[in-house]
């Protein structure tokens, strides 16, 4: 799990920077593993929407909890609306924060704790802008009534952003549901077809280039029929082709290319990678009691 928190300094010793929008950095930490990335805050000097930008940009990394001093409400309602907690009120050190928040301790926040525009310094707004009383009362009537259509303009674009973003998430877990769904579809069947392929007996780490298959019916969880299949000449497309008319519903390989990937999912057959080199009879036996460790893709192209 992901999280992100406001700081002044760019490790984990670093004090907890109070404002959200214009903090100095986001350091996004994996709380399970403690590894952590440091972003300076780009939005720190707008003359207005840092709070927005600030939180798209944070909810672009995945995080799924916000820790800050304080948050506005354009802020909390755009972390919201991207499904991240946030939890304010918090001081001190940052490595302290993220500890409490794995023990528990720091509960999210439901309402903005400052208004709009809060840690905006040098930027030539408030006492600044005064260039006499009088002056400053006749531009505001002159600009008075412009400035709502502006702002309203700006207001537009940014939740359309946002509204955008929102939908690219939405469907992507629509597509991860699906790829699942499938998947479970697969597992439930009392009947597979499950190949391996194979280099000199041995699980082949590389799909394409395997010397044969090993094919196994699976039947109530137990391997009724194997047999070795040697594979059409390489070429792109040819293998998940001839899977496909082998009915082979699993294939369980040390690596393979992210192309091979698609035309296997298209076909609707399931490919497990990162599989170890081992006698590929035992690799089926793992992988029906589940038991199959798996590792990286060893192919990456």
Not at 48 to 77: D, H, L, W, Y
Not at 270 to 280: F, R, W
Request: aromatic letters at 4%; one cysteine or more; a neutral charge.
């Amino acid at each position: 799990m992901k999280i992100a928190i406001s700081s002044r300094g760019k490790d984990l010793n670093s004090e907890i920077d109070p404002r959200f929008g214009r903090c100095a950095f986001f350091i996004v930490i994996d709380v399970d593993t403690m590894d952590y990335e440091v972003f300076e805050n780009q939005s720190a000097m707008l003359g207005g929407g840092a709070g927005i930008q600030s939180a798209q940009f944070v909810a672009s990394k995945g995080v799924e909890a916000v820790i800050t001093g304080n948050c506005g409400p354009n802020a909390m309602r755009t972390l919201e609306a991207a499904g991240i907690k946030v939890i304010t009120g918090c001081s001190g050190i940052v490595k302290q924060a993220v500890e409490d928040f794995k023990n528990g301790k720091l509960q999210p926040s439901s309402q903005p704790t400052v208004e709009e525009h809060f840690g905006m310094r040098g930027m030539g707004m408030g006492r600044g802008m005064g260039m006499g009383r009088g002056m400053g009362m006749g531009m505001g009537r002159g600009l008075g009534r412009s400035m709502p259509s502006g702002g309203e303009l700006s207001g537009l674009k940014e939740e359309a952003t946002l509204l955008r973003k929102q939908l690219e998430r939405i469907e992507a877990r629509i597509e991860q549901l699906e790829r699942e769904g499938q998947t479970a579809k697969v597992q439930s069947k009392s009947f597979l077809r499950i190949a391996v392929p194979m280099d000199r007996n041995m699980l082949s780490q590389h799909f394409g280039h395997a010397e044969a298959f090993l094919i196994a019916d699976v039947e109530d969880g137990e391997i009724k029929k194997t047999d070795t299949k040697i594979p059409p000449p390489h070429e792109p497309g040819v293998l998940p082709l001839w899977m496909s008319e082998l009915g082979v519903d699993v294939v369980i390989t040390g690596g393979m290319g992210q192309r091979a990937l698609s035309l296997f999912e298209g076909k609707g057959i399931k490919v497990v990678v990162g599989a170890p080199q081992m006698d590929p009879v035992e690799v089926i036996k793992e992988y029906i009691k589940g038991t199959l460790r798996t590792g990286e893709n060893v192919c990456s192209h």
